[in-house]
Nanobody
Framework: QVQLQESGPGLVKPSQTLSLTCTVS??????????WSWIRQSPGEGLEWIGY???????YYSPSLKSRTSISRDTSANQFSLQLSSVTPEDKAVYYC?????????????WGQGTQVTVSS
């Protein structure tokens, strides 16, 4: 059973960089054909996909967030991380990490429980 767990600060100041880490257990982030995504949900909104890093370490970002987003990984720790720069209060959301694969990177089969991030001075 694959498990994902988000971690990171729950409060970030405006204009600073939001940094979150997803620790994966029960499966390797380098396993062929899996994609490791960050997804968020702002208050009263639907889910918004942010980007992914795949099993080879390649990344792909949402066009609307691409200029502020970086996703990286630490294969020795079986973790992948999100950095979102120049945050504003509009970036307040519950942030999730998730695994996609089985034919499509949008086929999310395992999710973390989510972590709340607030942007405030």
């Amino acid at each position: 059973q694959v498990q994902l767990q988000e971690s990171g600060p729950g409060l970030v100041k405006p204009s600073q960089t939001l940094s979150l880490t997803c620790t994966v257990s029960g499966g390797s982030i380098t396993t062929n054909s899996y994609y490791w995504s960050w997804i968020r949900q702002s208050p009263g909104e639907g889910l918004e996909w942010i980007g992914y890093i795949d099993y080879l370490g390649a990344t792909y970002y949402s066009p609307s967030l691409k200029s502020r987003t970086s996703i990286s990984r630490d294969t020795s720790a079986n973790q992948f991380s999100l950095q979102l720069s120049s945050v504003t209060p509009e970036d307040k959301a519950v942030y999730y990490c998730a695994r996609g694969g089985l034919g499509s990177w949008t086929n999310f089969d395992f999710w973390g429980q989510g972590t709340q991030v607030t942007v405030s001075s």
